[in-house]
Each structure stands twice: as structure tokens, then as C-alpha cells.
């Protein structure tokens, strides 16, 4: 036994028995993953891109569990699901957490996306960055469109149907692709196996080495600081403050006048107002409009003092009212459709509104100070995952996954449906026909992919005029316009 391991007892012989077996500069380990956070990360949305990772590693350990009890053939998925749900312990409770996380993690990657292109935190030096980034949305979507397929029910299969259609559209490369998918020439046994293939093994190892190169490349560029003040001009001494906006001031009052309208039309007479799910009583009802009255009138006292903590709770508020919206019309249980859809269009356009009439941001050092990854900002982190299992629990106990009817190729369903993240794709298909509707969103997924290029050219052609902030505004109203419609049909 060699002398440094006979110096000494018990836990610091241990110790160094550790260290020889791994022999790290732990020192270094820890400057290393302490690094200074900026101050502006401790606004949660400037923070989402954890929460898609986080809700990712949730799939991968439900998806796990699931496998073991999935059977990928024609004659048996559909039945191993129902099996699942029906008779293995706490299997649906599995299956809904597995659905539930997939649908908030496309919503948090794209609420990302949002945040990083209104901040313009894709320009130089992090233009490669925002490639990887849309990489890992498009493998986040395929991921939830191959997850849907697996259960093999009848809006599933011809949702494959329709999908691969879409695919054989692409100029060129389409029917390649459309083949690879099916497994031939249409819809076959086959076409499961590549659906699993794909949903268990290529675009989970493809997302996590898409996490791996945007990780690696935040930490080769850092965060980009963001500050909440306007970089001084010059002359700005002499010009006389900026006096607020008014149409701040009038969305706010219009904020405060709807909030009102809620609470007062939920403490006089709530029977006018009892639009929520069958499943609440009057009182519960009535509850739930004080308590969004409350909510609405909190968001409108912030926004109208120029707090993005407003427009945050607007957001979350349009949110609601479009997933409402949209449980409502699959489940055919709405009574006030039009409504909910113009408290949708309203609360989006409010937000949208805000966010770009409130101070932009500017490159630089903010006024908040830098803090430690280690332990702030990951106990921040773990108070957010925590807060997010609780949400999926209760999604899970209260809209738990159902199960439809089992796939027949010989029966074409009345009203086909995909997930709501194609409804703004399947509202094109619509109105302009499948290779228009084809060519169209894959310009616009271009177009997105190389943003940050057309954006320097943008900047160069009127400066500090923001014309992309405008322009990802129209794409947005879009995207919740055609999302909208589609779901209301």
C-alpha cells in the first residue's frame, strides 16, 4: 500500500481513495459551473429554455415506462394502449403525464423562440445558435406528431394518412421522404415501426445532441445581457423626457374595465357568465370568475405602470382562454364559443400590443446584478420543475388521455383533426390547397431558420427601426389567427 493512502484515517483516507479514482481539479469543476449568471435571468421567461430540457427528461422516463407495455405492430398498439390505460396500475396516470409534458414542451420551446427573436438574442455572435434552436423545434414537433401516431386510433392513422400526403407535395425531395415514412407506396403495417423507430430512438438521441450543441455554444458565447434601460444617444440631455404612451394608458384602462366586468358579473348574476367546463357547479364558477377578475385587474394595474410582470400575466390569461377555447370545440362542450374566441384574439393582441409598445431591450450591462449558477440559479430551477410536476399532476387528474377508436383503413372519420400545433398548417392546406400550402410553410420555416441574416439586412436598411420586431408581431397574429379558426371548425 503506498504511503499517501496510509496517511491518515477513516474519511480522509476515503477521500483520497475518491480523488485517485478520479483524479479532477475540483477546484476548477466548480469555477467552471459557478460562472456568473446576469441579473436579467432571474425574470423567469428570460429563463424558459431549461423548462423544455426539463419537461424533455420527464418524457424520457415516462416514455421508458411506457415502452415496456407498448407493443409497435398494427394488430396489437392500439389494444397495448387501451391495456396501458385501462389495466396496468397507474398506467393512464403515465400515459396522460407523457402527453401533458409533450404538449407543454412544444408550448415552452416556442414561447423560447418567442422570447430570444423579441429580444433579438439571435444576432452576432449567436446567429449559429438560433439554427440549433429551430433544429430542436422541428424535432420537438416530429417528436409530438410520431407520439401521436403510436396510439394507432383512427384519427391518428389518417392523420399518418394525410401527413405523408402533405410530405409527397415537397418539390423534388417529397416523395422520397413521403416513402421513407410510409414504408412504401401508402399507409402499411410498416408505417408503425418507422413511426416507433423514429419516436424512441432517432429523434430523441437527435435532441439530445441538438441540446448538447446549444448548451455548448451558450456557454462558448454567454447569455447575452439584456438591459431594461434605453442606451444613451447623443443630445438626449437636451431633449425633454419621454412623456408615456397613451395607448399604454387605453389598453390598460380596457384591461381594467373587462376585469371589472368579470368580477361584477360574477358576484351579481353568475349564471351569466357559468361558460366553464360541466363539470364545475355555479359556485365553483362563480369562484373562478372573481378569482380571474382579480387576476385581470392585477395584470392591468402593472401593465399600465410599464411592468412586463403585466403583460406576462395577459399572456398567460390568453393562454388560458385559448386552451379553454379549444377544449371546449374537441369535446363539443361550448356554449359560448365566440366568446372564448374573441377573449382570445382580445388578451393575444393585448399582449402582443405591449410587448411592443414597452421599452425595448438593448444590448449591455443591465442594472441587475450577476448572481451564481450554483445555488441560485439552480434552486430556481428546481422550484420551477417543481412547480411544473405539480401543473401536470393536475392536468393529468383532471383532462387524464383518452383513447378513441381503434384504426380502420376501410372507414374515412367526418371530421379528421390533427394536434393543435398543425391547425394553423391544416387552415392553409384549406384555403390555398395542398402544393400552395406545402410551398408556403416551408418558405416560412426558411425563412425562419435564417432569420438572423435577413435581420442584419433589415438593420442595415433602416437602422434602429425595429422592422423585424413588427414583422414577428404580423407572423404571430398569423399563427394564432389560422390556429384559432381551424380549432373553431
Not at 481539479?25 to 423544455?52: C, M, S, Y
Amino acid at each position: 500500500m503506498t504511503p499517501e493512502l496510509t496517511q491518515g484515517h477513516g474519511p480522509v483516507r476515503s477521500g483520497r481513495r475518491l480523488y485517485q479514482m478520479l483524479p479532477l481539479d475540483w477546484g476548477r469543476v466548480q469555477d467552471v459551473t459557478n460562472e456568473p449568471v446576469p441579473g436579467h435571468i432571474k425574470r423567469w421567461w428570460f429563463a424558459l429554455g431549461g423548462t423544455p430540457a426539463y419537461l424533455f427528461l420527464i418524457q424520457l422516463t415516462t416514455g421508458i415506462m411506457l415502452t415496456f407495455y407498448y407493443v409497435p405492430s398494427p394488430d396489437h398498439a392500439f389494444e397495448s394502449v387501451r391495456n396501458i390505460s385501462e389495466q396496468i396500475p397507474y398506467g393512464w396516470f403515465i400515459r396522460s403525464i407523457h402527453k401533458w409534458a409533450a404538449n407543454l414542451m412544444i408550448i415552452t420551446v416556442l414561447l423560447h423562440m418567442c422570447r430570444v427573436y423579441f429580444s433579438c438574442a439571435f444576432r452576432h455572435p449567436r446567429q449559429l445558435n438560433w439554427v440549433i434552436g429551430c433544429g430542436l423545434l422541428l424535432s420537438t414537433v416530429t417528436l409530438g406528431f410520431t407520439g401521436y401516431s403510436l396510439v394507432f386510433e383512427q384519427l391518428s392513422y389518417w392523420g399518418i394518412t394525410v401527413a405523408t400526403e402533405l410530405t409527397s407535395a415537397i418539390p423534388l425531395v417529397g416523395g422520397v421522404i413521403a416513402n421513407f415514412m410510409r414504408g412504401g407506396e401508402e399507409v402499411s403495417p410498416n408505417t408503425l415501426t418507422r413511426m416507433f423507430n423514429l419516436h424512441v430512438g432517432i429523434l430523441p438521441v437527435a435532441v439530445v445532441v441538438l441540446i448538447g450543441l446549444h448548451v455548448t455554444m451558450l456557454r462558448l458565447h454567454g447569455v447575452s445581457e439584456l438591459s431594461f434601460v434605453q442606451a444613451p444617444r447623443p443630445g438626449d440631455a437636451q431633449r425633454k423626457p419621454a412623456r408615456r404612451l397613451p395607448g399604454v394608458k387605453l389598453v390598460a384602462l380596457l384591461a381594467a374595465i373587462i376585469a371589472l366586468g368579470c368580477a361584477g358579473m360574477a358576484a351579481w348574476n353568475p349564471v351569466a357568465v357559468n361558460v366553464i367546463a360541466h363539470q364545475l357547479s355555479l359556485e365553483s364558477s362563480r369562484i373562478f370568475w372573481m378569482v380571474a377578475g382579480t387576476v385581470a385587474a392585477t395584470a392591468s394595474v402593472l401593465l399600465f405602470r410599464g411592468h412586463m410582470y403585466g403583460l406576462m400575466i395577459w399572456l398567460l390569461l390568453a393562454l388560458l382562454a385559448l386552451g379553454k377555447l379549444v377544449f371546449d370545440l374537441v369535446n363539443q362542450e361550448a356554449p359560448n364559443t365566440m366568446g372564448w374566441a374573441i377573449a382570445s384574439v382580445v388578451l393575444a393582441v393585448t399582449v402582443v400590443y405591449g410587448m411592443a409598445r414597452n421599452r425595448r431591450f438593448e444590448e449591455g450591462t443591465g442594472e441587475d446584478k450577476p448572481f451564481n449558477f450554483f445555488p441560485d440559479h439552480i434552486l430556481t430551477e428546481v422550484m420551477i420543475g417543481t412547480l411544473l410536476l405539480f401543473l401536470l399532476t393536475l392536468l393529468t387528474l383532471v383532462f387524464p388521455a383518452e383513447l378513441g377508436e381503434k384504426a380502420n383503413p376501410l372507414v374515412t372519420p367526418e371530421h379528421i383533426k390533427p394536434e393543435w400545433y398543425f391547425f394553423f398548417q391544416f387552415r392553409l392546406l384549406k384555403l390555398m390547397g395542398l402544393n400552395t400550402a406545402v410551398l408556403l410553410t416551408g418558405a416560412m420555416f426558411a425563412l425562419l431558420i435564417l432569420w438572423p441574416f435577413v435581420d442584419t439586412f433589415l438593420e442595415r436598411l433602416a437602422p434602429k427601426k425595429d422592422l423585424g420586431v413588427y414583422i414577428g408581431i404580423v407572423a404571430f397574429l398569423g399563427f394564432l389567427t389560422l390556429t384559432v379558426w381551424e380549432a373553431m371548425v
